[in-house]
C-alpha cells in the first residue's frame, strides 16, 4: 500500500513543485510591478508637491509685486501735483513769461511750495528672492524684478535729494532777487551765466523713477499671473488657487506710463 503511495507522491512532485514555482514567480511579479506603481506613484506627488511650492512662492511674489504696484498708483495719483506736475507747469510759465517780457514788462508771481514728500517704501528685495529663487520665474521676470530694486532705491535717494534742495532754496530765498531766484529755481541760467539744476534734476528723477516703479511692478504682476495660472494647470485638481493680476486700463489710463517707452 505504502509502496503505491509512494510512486504516487512521486508522481506529483514535479506538478507540485512546478505549481509552487508557478505562484512564487507569479508573487514575485506582484510584488515587483506592486513596487513600480507605488514608486510611479510617489515620483508623480513628488513633482506635484514642488509644483505646489513653486505656485505658492510665485503667489507670494504675485502679491508683493501688486503691493508694489498699488503703492506706486497711489503715490503718483496723491502727490504728483507737489511732486513734479506744478513745478514744471510754473517753469513752462517762466519761460514763457521770460520770452514776453523781452517784448513788454510784465510781471511774474510764483507761489513757492518747499514742503516736503514722505518717502517711498517697499518690500523690493523680498520680491526679488522670491521671482530669483522660489518661484523658478522667467528670465525676463527676474530681470524686471531686479531693475524694480533698483528703481525704487534711487526713487526714495530722488526723493530725499528733492527735500534737501528744497531745503537749500527755501534757506537761500532771502539772499537773492527774485529773477536770480527763479532761474535757480527751475534750474535755469541766471544773469551772471550760472545754471543750478540740483532742483530740477531731482525733481525730473522722482518722475522717471515713479513711472518706471509702476511699469515694471506691472510687468513682472502680469508675467508672474501668467506663470501661476500655467502652474495651476500642470497641478489639476487641488491645486492651490493661482494669484492673478490685471489692470483696469479704463480706470487708470491717466496714471499708467505709456508702454512704448519701455518696448526694449
Given at each position: ?21 508557478s ?50 498708483i ?20 517762466y ?61 526714495e ?20 532777487g ?87
Open positions: 500500500m505504502f509502496e503505491g503511495m509512494g510512486d504516487a507522491v512521486a508522481k506529483l512532485l514535479p506538478f507540485a513543485a512546478a505549481t509552487l514555482e505562484s512564487f514567480a507569479t508573487a514575485l511579479l506582484g510584488a515587483f510591478f506592486g513596487a513600480a506603481a507605488a514608486n510611479h506613484f510617489a515620483v508623480n506627488n513628488a513633482r506635484k508637491n514642488a509644483l505646489q511650492e513653486r505656485l505658492l512662492a510665485s503667489n507670494a511674489a504675485t502679491n508683493f509685486a501688486i503691493a508694489s504696484f498699488n503703492h506706486a497711489g503715490f503718483k495719483a496723491q502727490l504728483r501735483p507737489v511732486l513734479y506736475e506744478n513745478y514744471f507747469a510754473d517753469r513752462e510759465r519761460i514763457s513769461f521770460l520770452r514776453e517780457i523781452k517784448a513788454e514788462k510784465k510781471t511774474f508771481t510764483i507761489q513757492y511750495d518747499f514742503s516736503p514728500v514722505r518717502g517711498f517704501n517697499t518690500n523690493a528685495e523680498k520680491l526679488l528672492e522670491l521671482v530669483s529663487h522660489r518661484a523658478g520665474a522667467s528670465q525676463t521676470a527676474i530681470v524686471a524684478a531686479a531693475n524694480l530694486v533698483q528703481i525704487l532705491a534711487s526713487l535717494a530722488f526723493l530725499s535729494k528733492r527735500t534737501e534742495q528744497l531745503s537749500r532754496l527755501a534757506r537761500e530765498k532771502a539772499e537773492c527774485d529773477e536770480e531766484f527763479a532761474h535757480r529755481f527751475f534750474g535755469l541760467e541766471e544773469p551772471n551765466g550760472n545754471i543750478d539744476t540740483r532742483l530740477y534734476d531731482a525733481v525730473d528723477a522722482v518722475r522717471q523713477h515713479l513711472e518706471d516703479a509702476i511699469f515694471f511692478s506691472a510687468y513682472i504682476a502680469e508675467k508672474l499671473s501668467e506663470q501661476n495660472r500655467a502652474l495651476s494647470r500642470k497641478i489639476g485638481k487641488g491645486s492651490p488657487d493661482p494669484a492673478t493680476f490685471a489692470i483696469d486700463e479704463r480706470r487708470l489710463k491717466d496714471l499708467m506710463p505709456n508702454r512704448s517707452d519701455y518696448s526694449d
